[in-house]
C-alpha cells in the first residue's frame, strides 16, 4: 500500500513548474489532490486529469489565497469533493526582480499578501480539521533568498524569510498533535520565475546546473510521508547556500 493513501492534499499554486511536480508526486505516493490555481485554468484542469489518470481522486480549484473569502470557499470545495484536508503545500508565490529603490509600499504589500499571509491564510483554515484527525503535514515552499538575499530584492526576500519563522512556530505549537510543519528552500529550479532571471545564474551554483521540479517534489513527498521531521528547513539549492 502507498504511504498516502488515503490522504487528502491541497497544494496552491499547482498548475505548473513546482506546484504541478508536487502534487503529481503526492498522487503518485497514494494521495488524492486538489490543485488550486489562480488564473492558469486549463493547466491546472491537465493536471487535475494527470492525477485523476493515476486512479487517485484530483480536482482543480481556481481561487486567490491571499484573500481570506477564496480561502474558505477552495478549502470548503476540498472538504465536500474530496475530505478533509491533511496534507497542504503553500507553494501559491509571486517573484519580480527589483533593485530596492524600486521597491514601492504598494509592492511591498502585493508580495506580503501572496507570498505570506496566503500560507498564514490557508494554513489556519486546515488546521482545525488536522488537530481533529491528529494527523497533519505543513508544508512551505520557501526560498534560498530568504538565507542569503538573493538577487530578486527585499520584498522577496523578507517575505521568504517570513515563512521561516512561520513554519517553525506552527511545528512547535502542534508537533505533539501528530502535525508537523517544514519548509523547502529552493533555489535556481527551472521554472517560468526563473526563466525570467539573469541567464548567468546557473554559473554560480556550485554543482554548476539548474535544478528540476521535480528535485523539490521528491522531498515533499518525503515530508508529507514523515512523522519525524518538523521545523525543518530542506535546501535544495545545488550548494549556493550552505547550512
Known sequence: MKLLSGRVALVTGASRGIGKAIALSLADAGADVAVNYRVQVEAAEAVGKTIRATGRRGIAIQADVSITADVERLVKTVETE???????????????????????????????????????????????????????RIINLSSVAAQYGGVIGPHYAATKAGILGLTR?????????????????????????????????ASRIPVGAIGSPDEVARVAVTLAQSSFITGQTININGGLYMS
Open 82 to 136: 474530496l475530505g478533509p484536508v491533511t496534507i497542504l503545500v503553500n507553494n501559491a508565490g509571486i517573484g519580480r526582480m527589483l533593485p530596492a529603490e524600486q521597491v514601492t509600499e504598494e509592492i511591498w504589500n502585493e508580495f506580503l499578501a501572496v507570498n505570506l499571509t496566503s500560507v498564514f491564510l490557508v494554513s489556519q483554515r486546515v488546521l482545525p480539521g488536522m488537530r481533529a484527525a491528529r494527523w497533519g
Open 169 to 201: 512556530s506552527y511545528a512547535s505549537q502542534f508537533a505533539k498533535e501528530g502535525i508537523t510543519a517544514n519548509a523547502i528552500a529552493p533555489a535556481l529550479i527551472e521554472t517560468d520565475m526563473v526563466a525570467g532571471l539573469p541567464k548567468d545564474l
